[in-house]
């Protein structure tokens, strides 16, 4: 993929380095899945399901650029316009505080990735004091000057001084499997909790049954950027011993609103002759509607006591 002008990322030039499970550290798996130069491998020691080679730790934030959320290739890489679908998630992102709201009604929020800024509108709304973290520059700017929320922060979670437990309310949807380390991270989390607070974390369940019947074509196979693949167990687990009590983890919510245009695109993922049939509704692509494979887990956690 290239982009416009000299700046923009090629992400053919990224490097790849091979690694073992960040879970546990063997390097002794089962492929999964060949797609290469990438493999999706579950580790022979804890089960955990992981991608290499990948991006190394120190260059993973350059995917994450502006033309993040708008490739050309978004069933690959990334968002085809994400920030000019904003009724689709604000409507996904109503739902999500919903859920959210069941267990913290108020307090200091952080979101973590939190693109275009539409859940903290939302929380904002609703009484909460908010705060992003978000690595696209375009993204915080669509944030600051389209919605006016000028507490979003352009750097990583890590680069940010903030108080031990500050928030209230912590929440990181679809993020967890880009993080170079992901355990670390829930850790950063525990400790910005206050003692009362809650975490809300959304990923993709590798065990699922729409990833076991779609095998390589599953759409959360984006190697570049999902580099892991939590399950029920392993979601647990990473909690745990990160300090954390899981409160709830459901599939029943963790659907999203998705424009015609959108599922077009992706059906080119799964059956090409499905998806050049539905290209003649491409006039009708602004055309809404809620979908929830259950390929999906929502979790609620709170600091171990």
């Given amino acids: 993929m290239t982009g416009n002008g000299d700046d923009r990322l090629r992400l053919t030039d990224l ?67 994400y920030l000019e679908d904003a009724a689709c998630h604000r409507k996904t992102f109503r739902k999500k505080a919903r859920f959210v709201t069941r267990f913290k009604q ?42 006016g929320i000028e507490t979003i922060h352009n750097a990583r979670l890590q680069d940010l ?13 679809d993020v967890i499997e880009h993080l170079a380390d992901p355990f670390t991270a829930l850790r950063d989390m525990r400790r910005l909790l206050a003692p009362d607070g809650v975490l809300v974390l959304q990923t993709q369940n590798v065990a699922s049954l729409a990833a076991r019947v779609l095998g390589r074509r ?14 029920p167990d392993s979601m647990r687990r990473a909690l745990a011993e990160a300090g954390l009590e899981t409160l709830e983890l459901t599939a029943g919510r963790s659907g999203k609103y998705i424009s015609l245009a959108f599922f077009i695109e992706r059906m080119r993922r799964y059956n090409r002759i499905a998806h050049l049939l539905l290209k003649p509704l491409e006039p009708l692509g602004h055309l809404r509607f809620y979908v929830n494979p259950f390929d999906e887990m929502l979790v609620a956690a709170r600091p171990e006591t």
């Fill in 161 to 173: 001084d903030f108080a031990p437990a500050s928030f209230d309310l912590i929440v990181a949807f």
């Fill in 218 to 231: 599953w759409h959360h196979y984006k190697h570049l950027e999902h580099i892991y693949h939590f399950d």
């Fill in 15 to 81: 490097p790849l380095v091979p690694v073992a499970c960040a879970m546990c550290g063997s390097d002794e798996a089962k492929v999964i899945v060949s797609d290469p130069p990438f493999e999706v491998r579950r580790c022979g020691r804890c089960a955990f399901v992981y991608v290499s080679p990948r991006v190394p730790d120190d260059e993973i934030h350059r995917i994450y650029g502006d033309e993040y959320f708008q490739s050309d290739c978004p069933s690959d890489y990334g968002y085809g316009g």
């Fill in 106 to 147: 108020s307090g200091r929020l952080l979101e973590i990735g939190a693109a275009g800024g539409f859940f903290l509108d939302e929380m904002r709304r609703r009484g909460f004091q908010v705060e992003g973290v978000e690595l696209s520059p375009r993204a915080c700017a669509f944030a600051r000057e389209q919605l």
